[in-house]
């Protein structure tokens, strides 16, 4: 249910409005330091979202924050509906705060995929946003699908800080990419921390093989039949890619190892890296991601594998995950979520929310 709070901030002429759906709501209001207020989204019998704006917005600066559950489309369906109608009731600006933004691994074209991440931004601006506070997605490029200012804040100074402040003896640790492309954020955590650094590489990999899906051209002769393409042309034949064995560039033996990724959801790939790892001598293995979605049996597999510790973010509402799983644990970002919204709604840089922040982190 979305709710709304109000607060002037000594500003008359650029009032703040925020509207809160999600279960992360009390400790952002209280960051904040203003009052909830009078909106409600509801689903009619028949699924339908609605939308009820129960005060005026005309010429506030809105704020809607909006974490994002399990019914991840009944999410994204509230937050356009509550956008137009704030666009609708005359809202001068209109930011949607989206800790977590969905659809951010369907980035990029795959085979006869689609790019959904840019259709989802087209239809927030459609749907009447204006600014968009969101933190670590998933390929930074995709800020390039907005057409108006995003905010990609990061998690990294509140990860970082739980390593050298809950993790014993971290200095006897190893910095650990699970795969090559993790291999850039892992290595500005072993340099923030002053640590070594390892990479997997030959663990499973979504498939990129297009050999069932027709793209093949010209197709296969048959009888009878003859090819309207060039009969003479012949291009060069790729080799199909074969993954090597599992291996480990860097040495963990004797190490604490610290896998660090942005998401973590389905948890098996991670399951297998701590096995390895424990072979390769790792004694303890910890897990750190910004968005812990940890989904269907993540809970499960983490507490029958050999890792140690899962440590995410409140991106992502996971109280039902942590009750079943010990294991995890929770980082609180909200102030800086809510320090975003007060230097926005006052007109302030933004700058000091990344200082010292590179662009692998």
Do not use: W
């Amino acid at each position: 249910m979305h709710r709304a709070c109000q607060e002037d901030h000594g500003c008359p002429a650029r009032a703040l409005s925020i509207r809160i759906t999600g279960q992360d709501v009390l400790t952002k209001r209280r960051r904040l330091g203003v009052d909830l207020g009078k909106s409600v989204v509801y689903q009619e019998s028949n699924r339908e979202t609605r939308v009820d704006v129960k005060e005026s917005v005309r010429g506030q600066d809105i704020f809607i924050i909006q974490t994002i559950p399990r019914d991840v489309n009944t999410a994204i369906m509230e937050l356009l509906v509550m956008a137009y109608a704030l666009k609708t009731n005359c809202a001068k600006n209109i930011i949607g705060v989206i800790p977590y933004f969905p659809y951010s691994k369907q980035c990029k074209m795959r085979k006869r995929g689609s790019i959904v991440c840019k259709l989802l931004a087209s239809m927030l601006a459609k749907a009447g946003l204006t600014h968009i506070i969101t933190m670590d997605l998933h390929q930074k490029e995709i800020q390039g699908f907005f057409s108006f200012p995003v905010d990609n804040l990061r998690a990294s100074p509140f990860l970082l800080q739980y390593i050298q402040e809950e993790i014993p003896d971290y200095r006897n640790a190893i910095i650990v990419a699970k795969s090559p492309s993790a291999a850039k954020r892992a290595q500005s955590y072993a340099e923030r921390l002053r640590l070594g650094l390892a990479v997997m590489h030959g663990e499973a990999q979504c498939s990129e093989s297009d050999m069932a899906d027709g793209r093949h051209s010209p197709p296969p002769m048959s009888s009878g039949r003859t090819t309207s393409g060039h009969p003479g042309l012949e291009l060069p034949l790729m080799m199909a890619k074969e993954k090597p064995p599992i291996t480990v560039v860097g040495d963990v033996g004797g190490r604490i190892a610290i896998i660090v990724d942005d998401i973590i959801d389905d948890v098996e790939d991670f399951v297998a890296a701590a096995e390895i790892l424990k072979e390769r001598g790792a004694y303890k293995i910890y897990i750190m991601a910004t968005h812990g979605l940890l989904s269907a049996e993540a809970p499960r597999l983490i507490e029958e594998s050999a890792i140690d510790e899962v440590v995410v973010t409140n991106t992502v509402p996971h109280e039902v995950q942590k009750l079943q799983c010990p294991k995890i644990k929770t980082v609180d970002v909200s102030m800086i979520l809510a320090e975003a919204i007060r230097r926005i709604h006052n007109g302030e840089s933004m700058a000091y929310l990344f200082r010292n922040i590179t662009v692998d982190d």
